[in-house]
C-alpha cells in the first residue's frame, strides 16, 4: 500500500487526541489522527462522569494534573460554546454527615485553595443546601460547594474537537490500529505500520490513552506504565430530570471526593462508583454487589427520593492512570524528542484542552524545527454540531422537516430521535450502531434500542450500502443480525413527529 506522509500523526482519538489534533491544526502543518477502532471516542472517554472538575483533588505531586483540572475547567465552557458541544456549568456540593467530615471538607478547602482553586465555599447552613438541592438526604450537615464544577457531552466534545480538526485540515483514519514505529534517522522521519499501510510522519503524539505505555514502548520508551482501575455506574430515568441539580458527592473513607449522583447534559441522572483495580482493559462489565450493594446505596444516602427501580442501564468504565502518582505524562519518549507523549488519566476530559495546549505551545516548541512553529492566519475555532430535533424549537422543526421530511420520521420513540439525524450521524462518520447511538442518543433511552435497535441497523445498511448482517455495534466482529426474515428486510415503519 502507498506511504501516508503528514507533518504530525496523532496515535488515538479519544479525547487526548482529539483536543490534540486540533491544537496542532493551529500550526501550517498537515495532521492526521489514526484510531484503530471503527469509531472514535470508544474506549476510556466513552466511560468517563462526564465532569468536568473544578479543580478541588489537586495534589502537591501532580502538577500538570492540577493545572489541567484548574484551567480546564475555566477554559471548558468557551470550548464548548465554540465547538457547539452540550455543556453546564452546575458546580459541586461535596457533602458531610457528621463533624468529622466537616474536619475533611476544611481540610480539602485549605490545600485547594493553596493550590489555586479560590472559588469554593464551605456551606454549614442546612436549610441554604436544602434550598440549593432540594432533594438532598436532610442528614446532610454542610458541604463545600465549588461553582466551576460542570457537566459535558465526552463524546460530543471529541466529535466537535475532531469535526473541528478536520474542518481545519486534519485527516482522520479509523480501524487504523499502529502496530510498529520505527524512527528513520536518514530521513528524519517516523514510519508508522498500520491497519491500512504505512505511514510517515516528522512528529508523532501518543494519545493512545491505556494502551499508550505500549505504544511508546514501541519506539523503545518504558518510562512510564498504566494501571487501570474498573468503575461501576448507572443511569436513571428521564423521569427523574430536575431531582439533582448540582453533582452531589460524599468523601470516602480517607476523606477525599467518592460516590456521586448528578445530571447528565441530556437530562437523565447518573450514579457511581464501585472502583476496582483491574489488569484487563476489557474488563467493562457489572457487578450485582458493585451496582446494588454499593452504587445504588450510595445514591440513596445522598438522594432518598431516586428509587432504584428508575435505573435503566448499568454500566462500567475502565480508567487508565500512569501507576504511582497518576500524574499526566506529557513529554518526549527518551533521545527521541519528536516523539511526544500525551497521557492524562484521572480528570483527563476535564483538562484535555489545557493540556493540549500545554502540549502545542510549550513541549511542542522546544522539539520542533523553527519552520514548523508557523501558525496559520485562518485558523476557525467553530463547528457547528448536527440537529437534534428534540432541543428545536417548533418553528424550527417545522423549517427542518420542510427542508427535509426525514426529520419528521422518528425513529427512536424513547429520545425523539429522527431518520433525519440518523442520516446526519452516518453523513459525519458514524459506521456502527455506537457510532450512531452516540452522535444521536438513539438506542440511550429507557428501552435501551429495543425498538429502535433494528430500524438503525436497517438505515446504517442502506446509507453504507451494505447488508445488513455485515452491520456492526461497533465495529469488525461485533455482529448484530445472525438471520433475516423471509423478505430480507430488518425494518419497521417509522413514524411522524
Ligand atoms: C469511569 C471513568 C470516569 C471518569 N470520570 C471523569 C470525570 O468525571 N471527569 C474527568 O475530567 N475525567 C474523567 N475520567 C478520565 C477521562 O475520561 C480520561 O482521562 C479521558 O477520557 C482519556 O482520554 P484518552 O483520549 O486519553 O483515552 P481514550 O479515550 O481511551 O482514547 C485513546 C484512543 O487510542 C486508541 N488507540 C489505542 N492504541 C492504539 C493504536 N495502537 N493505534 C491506534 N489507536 C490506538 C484507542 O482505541 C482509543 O480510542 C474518567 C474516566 C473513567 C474511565
Given at each position: 500500500?502507498?506511504l501516508?506522509?503528514?507533518?504530525?500523526?496523532?496515535?488515538?482519538?479519544?479525547?487526548?487526541?482529539a483536543?490534540?489534533?486540533?491544537?496542532?491544526?493551529?500550526?501550517?502543518?498537515?495532521?492526521?489522527?489514526?484510531?484503530?477502532?471503527?469509531e472514535?471516542?470508544?474506549?476510556?472517554?466513552k466511560?468517563?462522569?462526564?465532569?468536568?472538575h473544578?479543580g478541588?483533588?489537586?495534589?502537591?505531586?501532580?502538577?500538570?494534573?492540577?493545572?489541567?483540572?484548574?484551567?480546564?475547567?475555566?477554559?471548558?465552557?468557551?470550548?464548548c460554546?465554540?465547538?457547539?458541544?452540550k455543556?453546564?456549568r452546575?458546580?459541586?456540593l461535596?457533602?458531610a454527615?457528621?463533624?468529622t467530615?466537616?474536619?475533611q471538607?476544611?481540610?480539602?478547602?485549605?490545600?485547594?485553595?493553596?493550590?489555586g482553586l479560590m472559588?469554593?465555599?464551605?456551606?454549614?447552613?442546612?436549610s441554604?443546601?436544602?434550598e440549593?438541592?432540594?432533594?438532598?438526604?436532610p442528614?446532610?450537615?454542610?458541604a463545600?460547594?465549588t461553582?466551576?464544577?460542570?457537566?459535558v457531552s465526552?463524546?460530543?466534545l471529541?466529535?466537535g474537537?475532531?469535526e473541528?480538526?478536520?474542518?481545519?485540515?486534519?485527516?482522520?483514519?479509523?480501524?487504523?490500529?499502529?502496530?510498529?514505529?520505527?524512527w528513520?534517522?536518514?530521513?528524519?522521519?517516523f514510519?508508522?505500520?498500520?491497519r491500512?499501510g504505512?505511514?510517515?510522519?516528522?512528529?508523532?503524539v501518543?494519545a493512545?490513552?491505556p494502551?499508550?505505555d505500549?505504544?511508546?514502548?514501541?519506539?523503545?520508551d518504558?518510562?512510564?506504565?498504566?494501571?487501570?482501575?474498573?468503575?461501576?455506574k448507572?443511569?436513571?430515568?428521564?423521569?427523574?430530570q430536575?431531582?439533582?441539580?448540582?453533582v452531589v458527592?460524599?468523601l470516602?473513607?480517607?476523606?477525599?471526593?467518592?460516590?456521586?449522583?448528578?445530571?447528565?447534559?441530556y437530562g437523565d441522572l447518573?450514579?457511581?462508583?464501585?472502583v476496582?483495580?483491574?489488569?484487563?482493559?476489557?474488563?467493562?462489565?457489572?457487578t450485582?454487589?458493585g451496582i446494588?450493594?454499593?452504587?445504588?446505596r450510595?445514591?440513596?444516602?445522598?438522594?432518598?427520593?431516586?428509587?432504584?427501580?428508575a435505573?435503566?442501564?448499568?454500566f462500567?468504565?475502565?480508567l487508565n492512570?500512569?501507576?504511582?502518582?497518576?500524574?499526566?505524562?506529557?513529554?518526549?519518549?527518551?533521545?527521541?524528542?519528536r516523539f511526544?507523549?500525551f497521557v492524562?488519566?484521572?480528570?483527563?476530559l476535564?483538562?484535555?484542552?489545557?493540556?493540549?495546549q500545554?502540549l502545542?505551545?510549550?513541549?511542542?516548541?522546544?522539539?520542533?524545527?523553527?519552520?514548523?512553529?508557523k501558525?496559520?492566519?485562518?485558523?476557525?475555532?467553530?463547528?457547528?454540531?448536527?440537529?437534534h430535533?428534540?432541543?428545536l424549537?417548533?418553528?424550527?422543526?417545522a423549517e427542518?422537516?420542510?427542508?427535509?421530511?426525514?426529520?419528521g420520521?422518528?425513529?427512536?420513540?424513547?429520545?425523539?430521535?429522527?431518520?433525519?439525524?440518523?442520516?446526519?450521524a452516518i453523513?459525519r462518520g458514524?459506521?456502527?450502531?455506537?457510532g450512531?447511538k452516540?452522535?444521536t442518543?438513539?438506542?440511550?433511552?429507557?428501552?435501551q434500542?429495543?425498538?429502535?435497535?433494528?430500524r438503525?441497523i436497517?438505515?446504517?445498511s442502506?446509507?453504507?450500502?451494505?447488508?445488513?448482517?455485515?452491520?456492526?455495534?461497533?465495529?469488525p466482529?461485533?455482529?448484530?443480525?445472525?438471520?433475516?426474515r423471509d423478505?430480507?428486510?430488518?425494518k419497521?415503519?417509522?413514524e411522524?413527529?
Amino acid at each position: 500500500m502507498k506511504l501516508k506522509s503528514f507533518d504530525v500523526i496523532v496515535i488515538g482519538a479519544g479525547v487526548a487526541g482529539a483536543a490534540v489534533a486540533r491544537e496542532m491544526t493551529k500550526y501550517a502543518l498537515s495532521v492526521a489522527v489514526l484510531e484503530k477502532n471503527a469509531e472514535v471516542a470508544c474506549e476510556v472517554t466513552k466511560g468517563t462522569h462526564a465532569i468536568v472538575h473544578a479543580g478541588l483533588s489537586v495534589n502537591p505531586l501532580t502538577p500538570l494534573k492540577n493545572r489541567g483540572e484548574l484551567m480546564g475547567a475555566a477554559m471548558m465552557g468557551q470550548l464548548c460554546a465554540d465547538l457547539d458541544v452540550k455543556y453546564q456549568r452546575i458546580g459541586k456540593l461535596l457533602v458531610a454527615f457528621d463533624e468529622t467530615q466537616v474536619a475533611q471538607l476544611k481540610a480539602l478547602m485549605q490545600s485547594a485553595k493553596r493550590l489555586g482553586l479560590m472559588d469554593i465555599e464551605l456551606i454549614e447552613d442546612r436549610s441554604r443546601l436544602l434550598e440549593m438541592e432540594p432533594n438532598l438526604n436532610p442528614d446532610v450537615i454542610a458541604a463545600l460547594h465549588t461553582p466551576n464544577t460542570g457537566i459535558v457531552s465526552p463524546w460530543g466534545l471529541v466529535y466537535g474537537l475532531l469535526e473541528n480538526a478536520q474542518d481545519n485540515g486534519a485527516s482522520v483514519f479509523v480501524e487504523c490500529a499502529v502496530t510498529g514505529i520505527r524512527w528513520d534517522a536518514e530521513a528524519q522521519r517516523f514510519l508508522l505500520d498500520t491497519r491500512q499501510g504505512p505511514f510517515s510522519a516528522k512528529y508523532v503524539v501518543n494519545a493512545a490513552g491505556p494502551f499508550s505505555d505500549k505504544v511508546a514502548a514501541m519506539v523503545g520508551d518504558t518510562s512510564f506504565q498504566i494501571s487501570l482501575t474498573r468503575q461501576e455506574k448507572v443511569i436513571f430515568d428521564k423521569n427523574y430530570q430536575g431531582a439533582v441539580r448540582h453533582v452531589v458527592r460524599m468523601l470516602n473513607n480517607m476523606g477525599a471526593p467518592g460516590d456521586f449522583i448528578c445530571p447528565t447534559v441530556y437530562g437523565d441522572l447518573m450514579a457511581g462508583v464501585e472502583v476496582k483495580p483491574t489488569d484487563d482493559f476489557d474488563a467493562c462489565h457489572t457487578t450485582q454487589p458493585g451496582i446494588e450493594e454499593h452504587v445504588l446505596r450510595s445514591s440513596a444516602r445522598l438522594i432518598p427520593t431516586i428509587p432504584a427501580s428508575a435505573v435503566i442501564r448499568p454500566f462500567s468504565g475502565v480508567l487508565n492512570q500512569c501507576a504511582g502518582t497518576g500524574e499526566f505524562v506529557i513529554r518526549s519518549a527518551p533521545q527521541l524528542p519528536r516523539f511526544l507523549n500525551f497521557v492524562l488519566g484521572g480528570s483527563g476530559l476535564t483538562a484535555c484542552y489545557a493540556m493540549a495546549q500545554y502540549l502545542s505551545l510549550e513541549v511542542f516548541p522546544t522539539v520542533a524545527d523553527a519552520a514548523d512553529l508557523k501558525t496559520r492566519g485562518d485558523f476557525n475555532p467553530c463547528r457547528k454540531d448536527m440537529p437534534h430535533v428534540h432541543d428545536l424549537e417548533p418553528e424550527e422543526l417545522a423549517e427542518l422537516i420542510a427542508r427535509d421530511p426525514r426529520y419528521g420520521h422518528v425513529i427512536c420513540r424513547c429520545e425523539t430521535v429522527t431518520e433525519g439525524e440518523i442520516v446526519e450521524a452516518i453523513r459525519r462518520g458514524a459506521r456502527s450502531v455506537d457510532g450512531v447511538k452516540f452522535r444521536t442518543r438513539a438506542g440511550m433511552g429507557r428501552c435501551q434500542g429495543g425498538f429502535c435497535g433494528p430500524r438503525v441497523i436497517a438505515i446504517l445498511s442502506r446509507e453504507l450500502q451494505i447488508p445488513p448482517e455485515a452491520v456492526t455495534k461497533k465495529g469488525p466482529g461485533s455482529y448484530m443480525v445472525t438471520a433475516l426474515r423471509d423478505d430480507h428486510s430488518v425494518k419497521g415503519e417509522a413514524e411522524h413527529v
